[in-house]
Structure formats: C-alpha cells, structure tokens
C-alpha cells in the first residue's frame, strides 16, 4: 500500500459515490456555474454573519452529497473537514449539525485532499463503509480574518487572489458507482522564505511542484500518465511559477495538461485578481466540475494537487515566512455498474 515514502496505493479502490457543492454571488456568475448543486444570491445567506454563512454551506454541501447518493445519513461513519476560520469553528460546527464522528483537519486551502485522501485511506483499510469529506470558505470571513475586511476598502496588488465562498464535499465508499480514488501523496511543509500574504500563489508554488514531482518518481508515472494535472489555488501567478519549476526539473507538464481550480471558477473578466483561492477552491473546482467531468468519460484519469499556504494573521505581523504544503490524489474514471 506504500509506494515510496509518502504515497499511499489504494488496491481495493473506494468510490466517490457522490458529491455536493455550494457557491455564492460570484461564483453564480463565474465561469462553471453549473457544476454547483446550490446557488446563493446573498453572501449573508439568511445569516448575522459571514463565519455563520460558511457554516450553512457547509451543511448544505453535504446535505447534498447524501441526497445524489443511494445511502442514508445514519449510515455514513465519519466526516472530515476543515476549514480557515478560528480554529476551525465552521466545520465543527456543522458537525455538531450533522451529528457524525468527526475528524478536524487544518491543512489551510490543502484541506480538500487531505480529508480526501485520509477518507480513502481509511475505506481502503475497512475501517469505514462511508466517509464524509470535504470544506468551505467564505470570501467575507477569510478577508476579514487574514487581510481586511472588505469594507475597509484596502488597495490589492495584482498578485492578491479572490476567496472562493462556496463548499464542496465528497461521499467516498467502499464500494459503488462512481470515480474511484487510486492513491495519495501526502504533502511536505516547502518554505522558500515569501512573507507577503498577498502573493500565495508564488508561497504555495513550490509546495506543488514538491508533490507533483514526489508523486511521479514514486508511482514511477510521467505526467502524461495523467489527462489533467490540477492544482487548487495557485492562480496566474502561482501556475506559471510552478510551470517554470517542473520544467526546470525536467517534468513534462503542458500548458494544456496542467490546470489550477482558481483559474476555472471564475471567467477572465470578473474582479479576481490573479485568481481564486481559499480552502473551496479545490473543493469545488474537483468535486463539482473536474470529478463530473470524469463522471462523464471525458477524463480518464486526473491528479488533483491541492495546495495550501500555513500562515495565520498572527505569523504575518511577528514577520514570519509563509510555510506552505500539498496533498495530491489521483481519481480514475470507474465503472457505470456494480
């Protein structure tokens, strides 16, 4: 089941048998709206606050995932999740709500992959029939938690990324209907030195490049093993760095092959900087648009790599570097019958 020293080889394949996803305003008006299984036009939705709204989507995302499922909730033995806001408060709450076992996770916008893979890591070792996983975040609260809050009006350079408000969340089996989850690379904390919150994508680029490169030399792959290589949130800025790096080691990744969910969510024209970012970014962007893309045979087979900048507001003002990690899970087209 180890390959190497950090990847895991799932033989017995558990199944994301379903998924749900949440989005806000701009993710409505984005460029894949239709991959979200709910739509809020108000980012208070019905709330009396931001950190309360990131809660209800995330109930809402896995709410969802249990209704496009063939299961009932009383059977699913785990939730995993984990979010950006204040010790996780967001997620423990809605696990309160859901009433589940609940592992909490702090990966920052890495947390997609690891509940992920940590989901099918336990399937895959029967230690579970049905595991919950997924996170969510809220334009608004992230603001106002690790920069300013929006009605401050704070000037952003071009390297700034836009928080996706949104949730997703996977039903991951043991058997069934569905993508199947074939391994893991668990991710090293990479720190090259960047202090500016407002450049993750360049903080987080060597993350991905680490992992990426790990994870081929391990499974002894090239990266046209794989129809799509695809990062969560490292925007313009952070892509094309990471692009610079694997090239720069020799790993064959196209343009075309390489795709980064803070740069489908949005279309090119909406106010979003150098793209989207925040721990739904990679949430939304695998369960909602690529894994249905794999749902419906045009992908075989796609290496999701979620990356994740593990800074708080209080390392930023006593003037430490950005540690940054990322978590890769490999998910292959599977079968249309039991």
Known sequence: MLAGHRTWIFENEPVIISTGTVGGPMEADGNIPEAFDILHDDIWMNQSSFEKAQRTMMEEACQAAIKNSVIQKEQVQFFISGDLINQITPSSFAAKTLDLPYFGLFSACAT?????????????????????????????????????PTEYGGQKPPTAQWTVTGAGC??????????????????????????????????????AVDTIEAHLRERNVDASFYDLIITGDLGQVGREVSLDMLQKKHIEVTEENYKDCGLTIYREDQPVFSGASGTASSAVGAYGHFIQLLKKKELNRILVVATGALHSPLSVQQKDSIPCIAHAVSIEAGSDVL
């Open 112 to 148: 997609s992959m690891e509940g992920l893979a940590l989901a099918a890591f336990l399937i895959n070792g029967n230690g579970a029939d049905y595991i919950l996983s997924g996170t969510a975040s809220h334009n608004a609260a992230t603001e106002k938690q690790f920069r300013y």
């Open 170 to 207: 996977g039903l991951v089996a043991k058997a069934g209907v569905g993508p199947k989850v074939t391994s893991a690379t668990i991710g090293k904390v990479v720190d090259m030195g960047v202090k500016d919150p407002f450049n993750m994508g360049g903080a987080m680029a060597p993350a």
